[in-house]
Structure formats: C-alpha cells, structure tokens
C-alpha cells in the first residue's frame, strides 16, 4: 500500500469554464419567495452572484492545502483522507466520516477540539468512494468503504481505534463494527442503521412506533432526494455536472432544510464555507459518483443480517434538527448501547454546527470504554 501527501490543484482551466456557466445562468421561475417549493429563488441568486463575483478560489484552495491530506492506494483502489495528529502522549485513533451532501470540510470546526484536550484524537478523516478527492468506482458497487478504512488505518499504524461517523458515515462505521470486532474498541454514530426483524423479536415499542411514523412523514415530505438518488442517480447527475447553479440548487436545500439555523442558513454557514463544499463536488465532477452511493447502498450492497448486532460499546448521538430521530430502544435492537444523548442543539452536519457537544461526547465515550 502507498500513502503520499496530496495537494489540490488549481486548475485555471476549470475556474475559466466555472465563471462563463456562473454568468451565463438561464434562470428558472419562482411563484414563491420562500424554501416551501424547495431552493429559495433570492438566496440561490445571491449565493451564485457571490460564487462569480467574490469567491476567489485560488485563495480559499491555499487554506485548504495547509490540511494534511494524503492518498492512499488500497488493492489498486486511490483513497483521499486527512491524517491529524493528536497532542499528548498516547492519542487514540479516530477513524470519522461524513456523509452527503457533505465533505471533510464539514469537520474544521471539530478537529481542533479532538486534537487537544485529555484524551486526544489521531484523527483521519476519508473521502468516500467517489466522493471528493478519493477515486470514483467504475462499476457498481466496485469498492466497499467497510473494507478500505480497516486497511487503511493497519497502514497508518492503527491496529484498535474508535469509529464514528454521521449519514452515511454512521452506516459505514457500523459495518467496520461488524465485520472487525477485534480491531474496534468503540462505536459512535448519529444515525441508527436499519436491519431486519428477527423471529420472536420483541413487537416495537410506543417510541419506536411514533418513530416510524415520524420517518414516514419525513419519508413523504423530504425524502424526494433519497427516491430519486436510490432509483435513477444517472438521470440527475448528468444536469448537475453540466451546472453549478443546479449543483449549488440540488446542495444547498439540503443545508438549508437539514442545518439547526431557524431558516437563517447563513449565520452557521458563510458563503465562502458553502461554496468551499459545492467546489469540492464540482471540481472533481463527483455528484454522480456520489449520489450513486445512494443506489448501491440500497440495491446491490447487502443488507445487514437479522441476527447482526454490534458488540462494540457503542454511543447514539442524536441532533434535534436531523432527519427522524431513533429512540434508544430502537437502536438497542442493533447497537451495545452506552450512551445515548439526546444533545440540546444541532442539525445534520453537527460537526460544523455543534462541534463543542460533539467533541465532549466522543470524548467521554473514549473515557467510557478504555474504562
């Protein structure tokens, strides 16, 4: 395996190309001036006009270097991830990942906080398959993340370490759980893994009834995303690498819809931060890679068995502005549950959004299970 430090690069080309689509917008019409049909009209507008006419890539691309990236390739596969090193004399290794619409970027706000205090992070921070910097699958289902990260961190070093993970990251990590007991000392997700039933399961309990109502009011509401992601990924992806505004459209309402911002998205994440994420997508051309995930994960990756269930101490974060929360007696089904939080603030992205409680609850979990 070869692991070399990486650099982004400029691509005065590409900037060229991005400036002509950005100033040559055929703008959609809009009967509401509100997020109730999705993306909000005036705010896409202004967001698009700060992308030309402010946001200066090479600048924002120089702070982006100045993280420790590094590319791996595992069984001829190239995987992008951040390496930091944690203070102190025996930091734990941390393997955490994010989900979609999100990037790395989403954990600058965290890292600072794992990489200090008692006890400190190693933390490394991958880029899914086909998302990013990492390589995009050229077949379906050609790579499963549950089996690079393991190898990965083997090479780092890192023969027992802890895993989280938030959306699909939360999946990820519970499959590494699975299939490497002997090498994961602790679980930490903010999003509950379905499994099938058993026989003589116990009938779901009030709370977890009132969930799977909930889920299916979310399901039917703001699930048209995940339908469409699930069932025909190619038909969007095309219209979302050939513009930006319909990238920045697609993303950007889901930051909106899923950030614990009382609908001022701003005042969490800055322009500048947005359009660090959406040119991360789009630089590398990544949104149909990414969004195939969803198709995968569903129809061709196999589902957890019946009988799966993850020995690992494991702490459930819960962020009141995310999706459909589950109960503790749910995840209990699935999960060696030891903590389970319901935290006072934060959305989706809690990495960004709530980083203090989210540092001070893997840290405490870290504690918990050394103990």
Not at 178 to 196: C, I, Y
Not at 279 to 288: A, E, F, L, Q, S
Not at 296 to 324: C, F, K, S
Not at 336 to 343: C, E, I, K, P
Request: with cysteine; aromatic share 12%.
């Amino acid at each position: 395996m070869m692991v070399v430090p990486f650099e982004i690069p400029f691509d005065r080309k590409m900037v060229t190309d991005l400036h002509r689509r950005l100033a040559e917008v055929r703008w959609n019409d809009a009967v509401t001036t509100d997020w109730s049909q999705g993306t909000e009209s005036g705010f896409l507008a202004a967001l698009v006009a700060h992308w030309r006419d402010r946001y200066d890539w090479r600048e924002r691309l120089a702070a982006l270097n100045r993280l420790p990236h590094f590319r791996a390739t595992i069984d001829g596969y190239g995987v992008h991830f951040l390496h930091f090193r944690g203070g102190g004399r025996t930091p734990q290794p941390l393997l955490l990942m994010n989900g979609w619409p999100s990037s790395f970027l989403e954990y600058r706000h965290l890292v600072p906080l794992l990489v200090t205090g008692d006890p400190s992070f190693d933390v490394v921070i991958p880029s899914l398959p086909g998302f990013g910097f990492s390589d995009k699958p050229s077949r379906p289902y050609q790579v499963e993340p549950a089996d690079l990260y393991p190898k990965l961190m083997a090479a780092l070093g890192y023969e027992r370490f802890m895993v989280a993970g938030t959306d699909i990251g939360s999946g990820v990590a519970t499959r590494i759980a699975l299939q490497h007991p002997d090498r994961v000392h602790a679980l930490h997700v903010s999003a509950v893994a379905p499994k099938p039933d058993r026989p003589g399961d116990p009938p779901p309990s009030e709370a977890e009834a009132a969930y799977a109502r909930r889920a299916a009011i979310w399901s039917r509401d703001e699930g048209g995303y995940q339908a469409l992601q699930n069932s025909k990924p190619q038909t969007l992806a095309f219209g979302l690498a050939d513009s930006p505004v319909g990238l920045a459209s697609w993303i950007i309402e889901k930051f909106h819809g899923w950030t614990d911002c009382d609908g001022d998205l701003i005042s969490v994440w800055p322009f500048e931060t947005l359009i660090d994420n959406l040119m991360v997508y789009w630089t590398t051309n990544t949104i149909g890679s990414s969004v195939r995930y969803y198709h995968e994960g569903t129809r061709i990756r196999p589902p957890l068995a019946a009988d799966a269930y993850v020995h690992a101490p494991t702490a459930v974060a819960m962020w009141p502005h995310d999706l459909a929360l589950a109960p503790r007696e749910l995840a209990e089904r699935l999960y060696n549950v030891r903590r389970y939080t319901l935290m006072p603030k934060g959305g989706h992205f809690p990495a960004w959004e709530a980083p203090d409680l989210y540092a001070e609850d893997l840290r405490r979990h870290a504690d918990d299970s050394i103990a």
